[in-house]
């Protein structure tokens, strides 16, 4: 069975949040880099973005998004990446940065551990985190 992407209107959040939290939250305790609540009232506002990845009707991956504009630039920050089974949704990558770039974004970070630095080598550690220009 084949794996797809799907962005998470905020009016349905409440549909899949049970589903995927374990896999934010277990990402976020792991990465230690920001405050779970933050995250998920960010979700709610409309401020952040959700997409999971589907293998049928199972979810097997989650991704928080959002965009952050500094005087300089818009950049899509990924907060929150997790899941089961990498190899059936990492290659979705490419997706979320054609998004990113629907949204004049100029470049994608990650905020995470330094291990998707070895799966993710596109990516060039600036700072404390992982970041590619669009």
């Known amino acids: 069975m084949t794996c797809s992407l799907f962005w ?3 009016g349905n959040l409440a549909e899949v949040w049970p589903k995927v939290e374990p896999f934010i ?5 792991r990465g230690n880099l920001s405050c779970f609540a933050d995250v ?3 979700l709610a506002n409309g401020d952040a973005f959700l997409w999971i990845a589907c293998e049928g009707e199972d979810i097997v991956a989650a991704a928080v998004a959002a965009i952050r ?3 300089w630039r ?3 920050l ?3 990446l997790g899941g089961k089974d990498r190899g059936k949704w990492l290659h979705f990558e490419p997706e979320i940065e054609r998004w990113a770039r629907e949204q004049n974004c100029s470049a994608m970070r990650i905020m ?3 291990g998707w630095a070895k799966v993710l080598p596109q990516y060039r550690v600036t700072r404390i985190v992982l970041e ?3």
């Open 8 to 10: 998470v209107p905020p």
């Open 25 to 29: 939250r277990e990402a976020m305790r």
């Open 40 to 42: 998920v009232q960010s």
């Open 69 to 71: 504009v500094t005087e």
């Open 74 to 76: 818009r950049v899509c």
């Open 78 to 80: 990924i907060i929150a």
């Open 112 to 114: 995470g551990r330094k």
């Open 132 to 134: 590619k220009e669009l």
